[in-house]
Each structure stands twice: as C-alpha cells, then as structure tokens.
C-alpha cells in the first residue's frame, strides 16, 4: 500500500507543476496551450544537463530554464505581437516537439542518476507518513512549496492582486497605471519555469532516459486540471492526486483483476474535468469572479 | 530582321536538339548507375539506439553491408500511421526504389492503397495479414523468446509472482503472454502472470508506473511487450528481475535483464532482395496465409537471444536448453494438452495449434490471471 500512496505521488507530482505554472499565467489572462511543449522542452534540458554535469539538482535548473526560453518566445508572439493565444501555444507544443526530437537525438540511449530523495530527521522514520511526507525528493518539496507560496501570493500580497487585475480587466489594470505587459510577462514565464520543471521531474525521477514525446499528454493533463482546479491553488494539489491516482488504481485494478474496464477508469478524470466545469459554469452566475475575464484577450496598450 | 529570326529560330532548335541528343546520349549511362537496386524503408520513429525501429536500422545496415554498391537504401523516419504514411511511401515509389519495405503493422492499408497504384514495385509489409500480388508480408515468431523468458521466470521467481505489461489485447500480443505462460509451467507450476494493459506501444511514463505497481503487488520478475526501456529501469531501481524487449536494453539495466530477444531482419530483408533481383520475388502463397509468406523465429534466426545474465549457472543452462530445443524443434510450445484459464480444453493430447490458430487466440493459457478486455 505505501508503495502504491508513493507512485501516486511521483506521477502527479509533473501534473502538479505544470498546472500550478499555468494557473498563474491564466490568472494574468494569459492561455498557454503550449504547456506539453514547455515540459518536453524542460525534459530535453535536464537531461542533457545532467549528462553534462552529472549532478541531477543541475536538471532542475536546465529545466526551469528551457520552459522559460520557450514560455519567452510564446510571450514574444501574444504579448509583443498579439497573436492569437490559443494558436500560438498549439503551435508552440508542435514546434516544442520537433525541436526536442531533434536536441535530444544524442542523447537517446543514455541514463542519468536519478534525484536522490531527502530524509528529514527523525519524521522520516515514522511508519508509513515519514515515508510520504517526509521522504521525498527536491522537486516533491518544492512543489508543495511553490503552491503555499502561490496561495499567499495571490491573496494577500499586492503584487499578487495585481497580478489578478491584469487577468480580470486588463484595461482597468492599465488605466490605473499597472504595466500589463510586463506582468504578462512574469506570469507567464512563470508558467514556462513550473512547466519546465515538471517535465524535468519525469527523466530525473519517473523514467531515467530520454525519449522523444515521453510527456506523452501530460501537459494536456494540466491544463484540464487547472480548469478542474477552478483557478484555486490547493485544489490543484487535490485534482492532481485523483488524476494521478486514478492513473494508478487503473493499473492496480488490472493487476489484480477488478471486474471494472481499465478504459472507464482511464476516462475518469476527463469526466471529473467535465462534472468540474458544468460546476463551475453553474456557479458563474451567482459569482463572477471563477474564470479570469480577460484570459485569452489580447491587449492592446494604444487605445 | 528576319534574318535576325531566322538565325534566333536555328539557334533555339539547335540548342534544344542538342539537348536532346544529350539527354539521349546520356541514358546509357544514367541505366549503370541505376543498374543498383533500389530499396526503401519507412520507419515508425527515429531509429535511436535501442527498440523497435533501431532493429530494422540494424536490419537495413545488414542490407548495405551484404549487397555494397549493389543497393541504394533510402529511409523516410517519424512517419505516423495512417494517412501520412500514405503520402510517403507513395513519394518512394515515384522515387524509382524497386522494393519497399514498410515496418510498422499500422502501415497495412496506406502499402496497399499505394502498391494498387504501383504494380512493377515491390511492398514488403512487416507484421500485417493483407497481401495482394505484389504486397508480401513478413514477421518474426517473438512468442518463442517469450517461452524462454517463461522458464527463466519460472526458475528465478521467488514470489510466484510475474508482472507482464502488454500494449494492447491483440493475438500478437496474447500468444506472447500464453507461450510465456507455457514456459513458466514447464519448470514452476505455482507461479501465475497477472498482465496490465497499458494501452498503447510506448508511454514511458505509463509504462514505468505499470512496472512499479506490479513490484507494489508483489512480482519480482517482469516483462513487457511495449517498446520504451522504462520497466526495466524500474526494475532495476527497485530490485526486480526482467527481459529486454526488440533489442539488448543491458545499458539501461546492467542488474535487472536475464537476457532480451533481440529481432533481427536483415536476414529476411537480405533474401527477399536477393530474389528480387534474381527475378524471384514472390509473395509465396503458403498454406499460413495468416502470418504471410515470413514468419521466422529461432530456427533461421530472425529471432536471436541475448546473453544470459544476472542468474546462476543452473537457470542458464535450462535457458540454454530451452533455447536448443526450440531450434531443432524437440520443443513444441503449443502442443496438447491445452486448457485455458477457465478449464476449458482447447486441444487435446496428441495435437498442437497451428499457425491459424495462434492468429486467432482470445483466450489465456492456464497460468494467467484474468480474462482477456474486449
């Protein structure tokens, strides 16, 4: 059982991120659909990262920053150019794919050591919860970390408000003076950096090697599960774990011969996404404020 | 004026005559270059360095080495199934390549469609069914490595206990998962195979997680007929046993493979060349129509088995025997009695399935847990 609690917690772990990262830059009003694209590029980059300098804790740096270059060149389009987001960030995953295969043919073939886990003393050894709370690796830490912290940021900070009010209107936002570009910017580099991450997470935890497309629709994944999230932090972490331990009972119930089709449970968080936005629409009259109004707007600062 | 004319008009028509006389001039030597057969492959991905496709890149090295400036080898990589691979092997025929091989099982349709268009051109499909007059198929008999693996497996677990993580519930896949089970049966008759679907050729991810829940559920020898290399470094991670899939994945997992089937098609691509340019090339229609004209496995080594490593000279040996028996044929893995996993007979003493049969199993040998989806 406690094997089974610790591969659910590896497989959302990338979910988790990715969705985070994307949560803040839908906040900001902006719709990356390139977030697949930004994993397979933060996969790529750890990878060879830790080739090169044999450390893992260096593919977590690679990573956030080849999601960052590609969160960049997405921003370059939508921000500067006001292209339009939703082909911009297909097109991104597609042109992340390519460019991956094509980085990351030296590298097929080649394992790397895997990121060790961190035990902290003395919890650590208490049965069953020292083993899931408190002996995880970096990146499982820091996911827990970003997410406090997002929760926070957005609450109570007023950089985090304003963060907000860029994503709710962002016309008001620049007529009172906030720069909405440039925290478009941030917020979505963010997104590049979480998405970059969680796809390093998996060749320096789940699968130790490089393989072309191995996110293989994780990246899709997230992007449902902030919908599913309704755009609230903690819940990210809570839809990130029925995803991934839906995942995980499916095979569970093969292996040990559950009269339920694995393709039913396979569907399961795709209809919980579904059952999560017929909510949230239901909710969108009594209040308002669920859905970022001006995400996947435009902004044009001269008028 | 017209002068002007008439000697613009001579000069046109000499240049293009003498073009002409050129290009005429040149088709003598144009055939020696071309008198190079030539041959194309589409492949499903890149070819890497380990897996499905890389064996047909070794296949095709073989090609080069046997026939040297004989052959002229084109390949097309990363073409998806379906229409695209249409569009491609249609684009290598109007190149002038004389036989193409297409190795992949969801290229059936798109070789078809294109090799109606192409009569003079020869198609080779690997692993489909449907041939036509100038459509042949060809195939490996995986299922008797995977009666190796089952006695290996049988003789090295200590739980009873095997994890099979299969692609998807089709007759290639299930006699895979049955000769397995005959194998494990022949030396250990406690030990079943609980098999996960994973639903799909290659998620590295999926397939990671599929390895980590069977070791959760307590099997401690594993295999896979999925392609990436992800169970077995999981195994390897968590102190399992497992068999490599296509090609020697050693490198992943020095500690966890007992040894990998290894497929090997130069052989069949080398002889189907050969007869094409000896003007013999034939879709054979043999009585097992099932599996086309190419079904090879140990005996004429299309199949070859790895190194066998990690377990003690007594598995080895048993390994080693098994592996002799298959080849000179003292072993028959689907010989009666047969019963499947609910005490049903399927043949009795006496008999054993043919080729017909194997294509057409839905069913799990004893041994396996479960049913078969679907």
């Given at each position: 059982?406690?094997?089974?609690?610790?591969?659910?917690?590896?497989?959302?772990?990338?979910?988790?991120?990715?969705?985070?990262?994307?949560?803040i830059?839908?906040?900001?009003?902006?719709?990356?659909?390139?977030?697949?694209?930004?994993?397979?590029?933060?996969?790529?980059?750890?990878?060879?990262?830790?080739?090169?300098?044999?450390?893992?804790?260096?593919?977590?740096?690679?990573?956030?920053?080849?999601g960052?270059?590609?969160?960049?060149?997405?921003?370059?389009?939508?921000?500067?150019?006001?292209?339009?987001?939703?082909?911009?960030?297909?097109?991104?995953?597609?042109?992340?794919?390519?460019l991956?295969?094509?980085?990351g043919?030296?590298?097929?073939?080649?394992?790397?050591?895997?990121?060790?886990?961190?035990?902290?003393?003395l919890?650590?050894?208490v049965?069953?919860?020292?083993?899931?709370?408190?002996?995880?690796?970096?990146?499982?830490?820091?996911?827990?970390?970003?997410?406090i912290?997002i929760?926070?940021?957005?609450?109570?900070?007023?950089?985090?408000?304003?963060?907000?009010?860029?994503?709710?209107?962002?016309?008001?936002?620049?007529?009172?003076?906030?720069?909405?570009?440039?925290?478009?910017?941030?917020a979505?580099?963010?997104?590049?950096?979480?998405?970059?991450i969680?796809?390093?997470?998996i060749?320096?935890?789940?699968?130790?090697?490089?393989?072309?497309?191995?996110?293989?629709?994780?990246?899709?994944?997230?992007l449902?599960?902030?919908?599913?999230?309704s755009?609230?932090?903690?819940?990210?972490?809570?839809?990130?774990?029925?995803?991934?331990?839906?995942?995980?009972?499916?095979?569970?119930?093969q292996?040990?011969?559950?009269?339920?089709?694995?393709?039913?449970?396979?569907m399961?968080?795709?209809?919980?996404?579904?059952?999560?936005?017929?909510?949230?629409?239901?909710?969108?009259?009594?209040?308002?404020?669920?859905?970022?109004?001006?995400?996947?707007?435009?902004?044009?600062?001269?008028? | 004026?017209?002068n002007?004319?008439?000697?613009?008009?001579?000069?046109?028509?000499?240049?293009?005559?003498?073009l002409?006389?050129?290009?005429?001039?040149?088709?003598?030597?144009?055939?020696?270059?071309?008198s190079?057969?030539?041959v194309g492959?589409?492949?499903?991905?890149?070819?890497?360095?380990?897996?499905?496709?890389?064996?047909?890149?070794?296949?095709?090295?073989?090609?080069?080495?046997?026939?040297?400036?004989?052959?002229?080898?084109?390949?097309?990589?990363?073409?998806?199934?379906?229409?695209?691979?249409?569009?491609?092997?249609?684009?290598?025929?109007?190149?002038?390549?004389?036989?193409?091989?297409?190795?992949s099982?969801?290229?059936?349709?798109?070789?078809?469609?294109v090799?109606?268009?192409?009569?003079?051109?020869?198609?080779?499909?690997?692993?489909?069914?449907?041939?036509?007059?100038?459509?042949?198929?060809?195939?490996i008999?995986?299922?008797?490595?995977?009666?190796?693996q089952?006695?290996?497996?049988?003789?090295m677990?200590?739980?009873?206990?095997?994890?099979?993580?299969?692609?998807?519930p089709?007759?290639?896949?299930?006699?895979?998962?049955?000769a397995?089970?005959?194998?494990?049966?022949?030396?250990?008759?406690?030990?079943t195979?609980?098999?996960?679907w994973?639903?799909?050729?290659?998620?590295?991810?999926?397939?990671?997680?599929?390895?980590?829940?069977?070791?959760?559920e307590?099997?401690?020898?594993?295999?896979?007929?999925?392609?990436s290399?992800?169970?077995?470094?999981?195994a390897?991670?968590?102190?399992?046993?497992?068999?490599?899939?296509?090609?020697?994945?050693?490198?992943?997992?020095?500690?966890?493979?007992?040894?990998?089937?290894?497929?090997?098609?130069?052989?069949?691509?080398i002889?189907?060349?050969?007869?094409?340019?000896?003007?013999?090339?034939?879709?054979?229609?043999?009585?097992?129509?099932?599996?086309?004209?190419?079904?090879?496995?140990?005996?004429?080594?299309?199949?070859?088995?790895?190194?066998?490593?990690?377990?003690?000279?007594?598995?080895a040996?048993?390994?080693?025997?098994?592996?002799d028996?298959?080849?000179?044929?003292?072993?028959?893995?689907?010989?009666?009695p047969?019963?499947?996993n609910?005490?049903?007979?399927?043949?009795?003493?006496?008999?054993?399935?043919?080729?017909?049969?194997?294509?057409?199993?839905?069913?799990?040998?004893?041994?396996?847990?479960?049913?078969?989806?679907?």
């Amino acid at each position: 059982m406690e094997a089974l609690i610790l591969t659910i917690i590896a497989t959302s772990i990338p979910l988790l991120l990715a969705a985070t990262g994307e949560l803040i830059a839908e906040k900001s009003g902006v719709l990356n659909l390139g977030v697949e694209g930004m994993m397979l590029s933060g996969a790529v980059g750890a990878l060879g990262a830790v080739l090169w300098l044999e450390n893992p804790y260096y593919g977590i740096i690679a990573g956030a920053l080849s999601g960052i270059f590609m969160a960049s060149i997405f921003s370059v389009f939508t921000i500067n150019f006001m292209t339009n987001q939703v082909a911009t960030g297909l097109g991104l995953t597609i042109f992340a794919t390519g460019l991956t295969g094509l980085a990351g043919a030296p590298l097929v073939g080649k394992t790397i050591p895997s990121l060790p886990k961190i035990e902290i003393y003395l919890l650590s050894d208490v049965p069953l919860i020292g083993s899931i709370f408190f002996k995880q690796d970096f990146v499982a830490y820091l996911s827990i970390a970003i997410i406090i912290f997002i929760s926070f940021f957005l609450k109570y900070l007023k950089s985090g408000i304003i963060l907000r009010a860029v994503g709710d209107d962002h016309q008001s936002a620049h007529s009172v003076g906030y720069p909405v570009k440039k925290i478009r910017w941030y917020a979505t580099c963010f997104g590049g950096m979480c998405a970059g991450i969680g796809g390093a997470y998996i060749p320096l935890v789940l699968t130790p090697h490089w393989s072309e497309g191995m996110t293989a629709g994780r990246g899709w994944i997230a992007l449902a599960l902030v919908v599913f999230a309704s755009w609230i932090p903690w819940r990210i972490i809570v839809g990130a774990l029925i995803f991934g331990g839906i995942t995980i009972a499916q095979l569970v119930g093969q292996a040990r011969g559950w009269p339920i089709p694995s393709q039913l449970l396979s569907m399961m968080p795709y209809i919980a996404t579904i059952f999560a936005l017929t909510m949230i629409s239901g909710r969108l009259t009594k209040n308002n404020s669920v859905v970022p109004s001006s995400l996947g707007k435009p902004f044009f600062d001269n008028k | 004026m017209r002068n002007i004319i008439i000697i613009i008009g001579v000069l046109v028509i000499g240049t293009v005559g003498y073009l002409f006389y050129q290009d005429k001039a040149k088709v003598p030597v144009a055939d020696k270059e071309s008198s190079a057969t030539k041959v194309g492959f589409v492949y499903l991905t890149t070819p890497g360095d380990h897996g499905w496709t890389y064996a047909h890149e070794l296949g095709k090295q073989m090609v080069e080495k046997h026939f040297g400036n004989d052959v002229k080898t084109s390949i097309v990589e990363n073409v998806p199934e379906g229409p695209d691979a249409t569009r491609v092997i249609r684009e290598l025929a109007n190149q002038g390549n004389e036989i193409i091989f297409t190795t992949s099982f969801g290229y059936m349709d798109p070789t078809l469609k294109v090799a109606k268009e192409f009569p003079d051109v020869k198609f080779e499909h690997i692993t489909g069914y449907k041939r036509s007059s100038n459509v042949a198929t060809g195939n490996i008999r995986f299922y008797e490595g995977r009666y190796i693996q089952g006695v290996v497996a049988g003789l090295m677990t200590k739980t009873n206990k095997i994890g099979y993580i299969g692609a998807y519930p089709i007759a290639e896949v299930i006699m895979g998962i049955n000769a397995f089970a005959q194998g494990l049966r022949s030396v250990n008759k406690d030990a079943t195979i609980s098999v996960i679907w994973a639903n799909t050729w290659y998620d590295p991810v999926k397939e990671a997680d599929a390895a980590k829940v069977h070791i959760a559920e307590g099997a401690d020898v594993l295999a896979q007929h999925t392609d990436s290399p992800a169970m077995l470094q999981i195994a390897e991670k968590e102190g399992a046993l497992g068999f490599g899939q296509s090609t020697d994945m050693s490198a992943f997992a020095p500690k966890a493979q007992l040894f990998a089937s290894i497929n090997n098609w130069g052989p069949y691509y080398i002889k189907k060349i050969e007869a094409l340019r000896n003007g013999k090339w034939s879709t054979g229609d043999g009585p097992d129509h099932w599996a086309g004209n190419v079904w090879g496995g140990l005996k004429s080594d299309m199949l070859l088995i790895s190194k066998f490593q990690n377990m003690p000279d007594n598995v080895a040996k048993k390994a080693q025997e098994t592996l002799d028996g298959l080849k000179n044929g003292s072993i028959n893995i689907f010989a009666g009695p047969l019963v499947d996993n609910t005490g049903k007979e399927i043949i009795p003493a006496g008999k054993s399935l043919d080729d017909g049969a194997l294509w057409g199993m839905n069913y799990y040998l004893q041994g396996v847990d479960g049913k078969v989806p679907g």
